[in-house]
């Protein structure tokens, strides 16, 4: 029987943007949570950034992308009506572990982001699913872990800034113990990442400023824990 995987995605691309080469094993469904249009007159900042004023209508757009690159990949899908940090004004925590309980329910093996850098949302998501299931699968949020490059034993390239001490870090930083997960990088062969990279492209609203944040060249390298 083939396994059952899901991958939470905090955002509308993360999961093709990380976790390509377990979209392509098949037998996936991809979770995502941040989907909840804000009420009309609401605008964000990211929104901005990308080019638009109308944030009810750039969510619209942005789950029609979804669309797109999910039937691409090939997998199923779900949109939570949660809203993401950029539309939260007053604070409020939002019900990520509620929402998300029931579609762990019978998986063989789930994936969250880690969190890296610049991301609130993910280190929601991460907190909720660590508490809803002990032995998720922890993967590196593209392209934001990416932000100043990737440890050489993950590109197998030198760079002048310890990469690695900054990640390390940062798992410390989550309440994880860096010395007790196992990374694996799953290094995409030219195929895997020419598909990947058609996917990512379905995210159109969104490209440009991906494309700004990391190389893309950076995409064809994964990375998962398991503890």
């Known amino acids: 029987m083939e396994s059952r995987r899901i991958v939470i995605s905090p955002h509308l691309d993360d999961a093709v943007l990380s976790c390509w080469h377990v979209l392509e ?3 996936a469904t991809v979770v995502t949570v941040f989907t909840g249009a804000p009420d009309a007159g ?3 900042w990211w929104d901005r950034l990308t080019g638009s004023s109308d944030s009810p209508a750039r969510v619209r ?3 029609r992308e979804d669309e797109r690159a999910m039937s691409l990949a090939g997998v199923g899908y779900a949109h939570l009506d949660l809203q993401d940090e950029q539309y939260r004004r007053n604070g409020a925590s939002p019900p990520v572990t509620a929402a998300l309980a029931e579609h762990l329910d019978g998986a063989d093996e789930v994936y969250a982001p ?3 850098f610049f991301s609130g949302d993910h280190e929601l998501v991460r907190e909720a699913v660590l508490a809803l299931r002990a032995n998720t699968r922890l993967y ?3 392209p934001h872990a990416g932000f100043w490059g990737l440890p050489s034993w993950v590109s197998g390239e030198e760079g002048e800034l310890d990469i690695d001490a900054a990640w390390r870090q940062r798992i410390l930083e989550t309440g994880l113990d860096p010395s007790a997960l196992t990374a694996s990088v799953h290094a995409l062969d030219d195929d895997a990442y020419e598909r990947k990279l058609a996917a990512v492209r379905c995210y159109e609203t969104q490209f ?3 494309a700004r944040e990391a190389p893309l060249e950076q995409l064809r390298w994964e990375v998962t824990w398991t503890r």
Do not use: H, M, N, S
Request: proline share 0%; no cysteine; hydrophobic share 40%.
């Open 25 to 27: 094993a098949g037998g």
């Open 42 to 44: 609401t605008t964000g």
């Open 61 to 63: 757009e942005r789950r």
């Open 114 to 116: 880690l969190g890296f």
């Open 140 to 142: 590196a949020d593209l």
């Open 208 to 210: 440009k400023a991906l």
